[in-house]
């Protein structure tokens, strides 16, 4: 019996997450605003990956970041420093992020120009799958110094990922990293997700995910536009 009950209670607080989640994708969505869940274990480079990324966004898109960190605020103020609109979240022992975080966070933060919300969810690849942010999409940070074991061993977050980025490709001659075993991985997985190699010490590979955030980001308008009706109507 008692496990019954424990699984309605789950049940019920993902229900609960995920009607916020919803809610936070469509109001993000109403401002233009692509939200991005990124997810990684620790020390993989989540918030070095940001800055690579943010180099090479085009000017009309605007980065914004939420950092999740259990303690600290150590990356929040490193990108205020580097003249980035970010926020901290703590969360103080608990290993992922949920969706009424994420609302509470948005309301703390001025989303007047369109651009690219990006979520550092806490370093872990097991919580941080299970919840929704509202985010439209899910990017996994992985690394060839983890292994190439990642895929088979944390299968949820390689099966929701939306785009995966491989990072610390120069220590590829040092390291006993297996590409295509990984590979194999990813896509018994994740048939379609694409996968962008990425090197943190030499700088290759950022402008291809950054191109493919803004491409995702100006999507988003161009539905926006056709929601709101017949007064866009000029614009085409």
């Not at 980025?165 to 379609?192: C, I, S, T």
């Not at 950054?210 to 000029?234: D, Q, T, V």
């Amino acid at each position: 019996m008692h496990d019954i009950r424990k699984l309605d209670m789950q049940a019920g607080i993902l229900d609960e997450n995920d009607h916020i989640a919803d809610h936070v994708n469509e109001h993000m969505s109403a401002h233009g605003i692509l939200v991005v869940n990124e997810m990684g274990a620790p020390g993989v480079g989540k918030t070095t990956t940001l800055k690579g990324i943010f180099k090479h966004l085009p000017e009309e898109i605007k980065p914004y970041v939420i950092e999740g960190d259990i303690e600290s605020d150590i990356d929040t103020v490193d990108l205020k420093d580097k003249g980035i609109d970010a926020y901290q979240i703590n969360t103080y022992g608990a290993c992922h992020l949920d969706a009424p975080m994420i609302d509470h966070a948005i309301d703390h933060m001025d989303l007047s120009k369109r651009g690219i919300l990006f979520i550092e969810n806490v370093g872990n690849l097991v919580c941080p799958a299970e919840f929704s942010i509202g985010e439209h999409v899910m990017m996994l940070i992985s690394t060839i110094t983890e292994g190439s074991d990642k895929p088979y061993k944390y299968p949820l977050a390689f099966e929701k990922a939306d785009i995966i980025v491989l990072n610390k490709v120069d220590l590829m001659p040092y390291l006993d990293f297996d590409e295509e075993f990984y590979m194999k991985g990813v896509r018994a997985l994740n048939k379609d997700v694409p996968v962008f190699k990425v090197s943190s010490k030499t700088g290759e590979g950022y402008k291809e995910v950054a191109e493919w955030l803004a491409k995702r980001a100006s999507e988003l308008e161009i539905k926006e536009h056709h929601h709101e009706g017949e007064h866009h109507h000029h614009h085409g």
